[in-house]
């Protein structure tokens, strides 16, 4: 994994989240983790000790050790994840998420292993001066939200046209 210094993001490759599942259970003492048994299989996690405690993998292993459904997280230094990668198995999908200054989500973009956006997965986030939901997009998609006086949800308001594939 390594640091984009242009923006405040973190990339993980989809061979990361594989090194990532087959070396879980090779790790130092400064990190724990749990397994469990299920119908399916165990269910692995690994949680990194620093003075944040946060887990930066988890996944659905079968008995014979392949990964069924992972995930592996990167995260600020605040334990707010950037980025998130999808392991099914047989394919993988990655997640870029952004944060504004005072850590409100505002962007999530996922892709395909390919390189491909997943559509249903383009969103954008805006919020007001009071910190509020503003507005939320996916592609030409967008919502607005509206706020009272005193901060209560009165009104969601849809623009564009939506599809089953980029609905919310």
């Not at 400064?30 to 399916?40: F, H, L, N, T, V």
């Not at 505002?106 to 503003?134: C, M, V």
């Amino acid at each position: 994994m390594g640091l984009n210094i242009n923006s405040d993001q973190f990339s993980t490759s989809a061979a990361t989240a594989k090194a990532a599942a087959s070396r879980w259970l090779r790790l130092r003492g400064r990190e724990r983790r749990r397994a469990r048994s299920g119908a399916w299989g165990r269910i692995a996690e690994r949680t990194t000790s620093t003075k944040v405690h946060r887990i930066d993998y988890t996944g659905l292993i079968n008995y014979w050790g392949h990964v069924l459904d992972g995930y592996t997280y990167t995260h600020r230094p605040l334990s707010l994840r950037t980025n998130i990668v999808r392991d099914f198995g047989l394919t993988n999908n990655s997640v870029i998420v952004g944060y504004d200054s005072i850590n409100q989500l505002i962007s999530w973009s996922a892709k395909e292993s390919g390189g491909s956006p997943r559509l249903n997965e383009q969103l954008g986030l805006g919020f007001d001066r009071a910190h509020n939901l503003q507005y939320r997009t996916n592609g030409f998609l967008v919502q607005t939200f509206t706020c009272d006086p005193v901060n209560e949800l009165t009104n969601i308001t849809p623009y564009g046209q939506r599809t089953h594939a980029a609905s919310w």
